[in-house]
């Protein structure tokens, strides 16, 4: 039950020039569902990406890695559901470079041009043979209009496909689409996230708008403060559109595209936590007024992390100690809690170390019965501020990942 | 539902000769219940105490370190329930210090000699005058066998009272009793943990004692990662056995009733987890071979705070994977994770960066399906290890935690 999100129309999803996708049932680990899908890029894209700081990182990302410092161009992005190739030592990098391969030589590129990505279940082999009797069917269905779908096969316990377009005024397109629900606190990147435009960015500006756009995005998100093996979040650049090439942040077009990508990242990432395994409620947490964004963070990931508050916003109870509780509870070691201020939405909750004089509990129960609210923390301390998103933790979130693996 | 868990019997529970416990129904959050516990102490008691390291830390505390600094003994320790008294502000503080003032007056002591502790719901104001009204019955109820009874008053969402009792071969008596389900991450204490002895222990070494045991027990236990307000872990040492002052850590007494104090200590940690907020089974979480205790606690946390490993566990599900992700995800910049050991009870589950050759799915989830069960990581790292208990998440954690007010 995803708060307030709706699946992306076809029509809503600009094709990108110079990228076409193509999927198909490989029966990684059911049959009769999408679970694999081959983007193919033009000549000459460049793509630039951000990966899970997991030490249990999976051989796709390791290989990924390893392909992206070759610094070729990137022909191609294979990604499979079902399995994370995660945990699976060196037969899992054999598996991922296997997949590389196979998808190069049906594209008539190097190995090292095609990047792979995995998701689902941890510390199980990858079934490469299904993969490699897959892959016929992705290329032979190779679209520009193929993103609503390539958003479906990517999904796992995801119960709506994410997708965003954005079009600037020149015309550049950037589309991109995301999986996640569960295993969400990204460090540096989400699951998966994929975000292609058609205009020209150099490999530098490329890096460095990505890291910015996932420091605003997937970087601010969490559902259960568990970071998985496989997050990758990557940015695609064709330059098909045939428009000048970016090649630094002071170029004219940055600015325009840099807002493109971080909305669209935003968008993506939002999607994520609403659609967090079990949400009933989307939750905005904004800490302000902290020494610096650390902290801020800190206190953020402490209210959206601690189980205690997500049930409370579950049961939609005002059991407001529950985040003086947290926010005491975030490292801050210096913090005088004199000085913190706690609103929900607008009502002002906190103050002066205790409950604020004016706060009557049914105003805390009227914006804590609402399907999307605001947490609003003033550490009174400097002029640092973080926004993180995050959802409830209900029944369902215990369902679902007591059972995923039936 | 407590994991293996029995109620003490009043017969195991020793009484400590200059220890008296009264307790009455104060009505502070509900009639009908006991929830107001008074431990009154002979002359020439010493008290060393740890407490929470939560910023908001509550009312109680704050008072109890303060007159813990006073460097006075201690008469009495004043506890009630149904109310942290925690993000009160400066009403807070002085609704203590009443609570402190009136017990003083019944007793015929100094405020300063009596310590309150409050546990409860955060952020309202505490009923003074309940506890002002339920005193007296306290004090008429004063008795040296009432410890089982006293165990019973300070439980919340508890569902079996706990307490332990030991003695020692020269008839020095260590008793303890202890509360706390949930909000359980103890950072320097638990919720509540008092454990009581007749031997004569001099301030500095009954300090050292207390933070030891400590480090052994209250502080290697997690429920839900939350840290309470109101952590405190309360070691008495009456000296009314009449034997010699233990007064540092080479005197001939000292490991003997460290040997004691520990295996209280360590009992009662373990009840609160396995009476843990919606808990069906018990973890045991040894982390070894770590470079220093550091890292090994960091790695065992990520492990017990993961709720996809907890949910794992609550279904018997051996998706061990979830475990690599958590160890990955613990910090430890860098961990080779080839040279990662994994074992469930006596079962290697992973070696080499993935799963262990000899593994076999049957032999994880028998393990799985035991309501005790030892995770066992080797990092191979280096000399230092580290353990930790834990319990799994349930559907009933969330019930009990969306429905606590009402």
């Known amino acids: 039950m995803a708060v307030n999100l709706k699946p992306p129309t076809p029509a809503d999803l600009l094709p990108v020039k110079g990228v076409r996708l193509g999927v198909a049932e490989a029966g990684i680990r059911r049959s009769g569902r999408k679970d694999l899908l081959l983007i193919a890029l033009a000549e000459g894209t460049r793509v630039a990406g951000v990966?899970?700081?997991?030490?249990?990182?999976?051989?796709?990302?390791?290989?990924?890695?390893?392909?992206?410092?070759?610094?070729?161009?990137?022909?191609a992005l294979l990604v499979n559901t079902g399995n994370a190739n995660a945990g699976t030592g060196k037969r899992g990098i054999g598996n991922a470079r296997g997949s590389c391969e196979q998808a190069a030589r049906l594209l008539g590129c190097d190995p090292r041009e095609v990047l792979p990505f995995s998701t689902g279940v941890i510390m199980e082999p990858l079934p490469l043979d299904r993969?490699?009797?897959?892959?016929?069917?992705?290329?032979?269905?190779?679209?520009e209009d193929n993103w609503g779908r390539a958003a479906e096969t990517i999904m796992t316990t995801d119960t709506v496909p994410k997708a965003?377009?954005?079009?600037?005024?020149?015309?550049?397109?950037?589309?991109?689409?995301?999986?996640?629900a569960g295993m969400i606190h990204p460090d540096m990147a989400t699951m998966l996230g994929f975000i292609a435009t058609d205009a020209a960015v150099a490999q530098d500006a490329l890096e460095r708008l990505v890291a910015d756009a996932a420091g605003s995005s997937f970087n601010c998100i969490s559902v259960d403060g568990d970071t998985s093996t496989n997050d990758s979040f990557m940015l695609i650049a064709?330059?098909?559109a045939g428009g000048p090439v970016i090649d630094n942040m002071r170029h004219p077009g940055y600015a325009g595209l840099r807002e493109a990508v971080l909305e669209v990242s935003q968008g993506l990432a939002q999607a994520i936590v609403r659609d967090g395994e079990g949400a009933t409620k989307f939750i905005t947490v904004l800490v302000e007024k902290g020494k610096d964004e650390a902290e801020c963070r800190n206190v953020a990931y402490a209210i959206a992390h601690s189980p205690l508050v997500k049930t409370a916003f579950f049961a939609s109870d005002p059991n407001l100690g529950r985040l003086l509780a947290a926010i005491g509870n975030s490292g801050v070691r210096d913090l005088d809690v004199?000085?913190?201020?706690l609103y929900l939405d607008d009502v002002q909750v906190a103050r002066d170390g205790g409950r604020a004089p004016g706060y009557r509990e049914e105003d805390g129960r009227r914006v804590m019965e609402k399907s999307e609210i605001t947490?609003?923390?003033?550490?009174g301390r400097g002029p640092a501020a973080v926004t993180v998103w995050t959802c409830d933790l209900s029944?369902?979130?215990?369902?679902?990942?007591?059972?995923?693996r039936t």
């Open 375 to 379: 947490v609003r923390v003033v550490l």
């Open 395 to 404: 029944h369902e979130y215990v369902t679902i990942n007591a059972e995923y």
């Open 238 to 240: 064709t330059g098909a």
């Open 131 to 143: 993969i490699v009797a897959g892959l016929p069917a992705c290329v032979a269905g190779l679209r």
């Open 338 to 341: 004199n000085r913190v201020e």
């Open 164 to 180: 965003r377009s954005r079009r600037l005024g020149d015309g550049t397109a950037v589309t991109g689409i995301a999986k996640g």
């Open 51 to 75: 990966f899970t700081q997991n030490r249990f990182c999976a051989a796709p990302v390791q290989v990924a890695k390893e392909h992206l410092a070759s610094g070729r161009a990137t022909r």
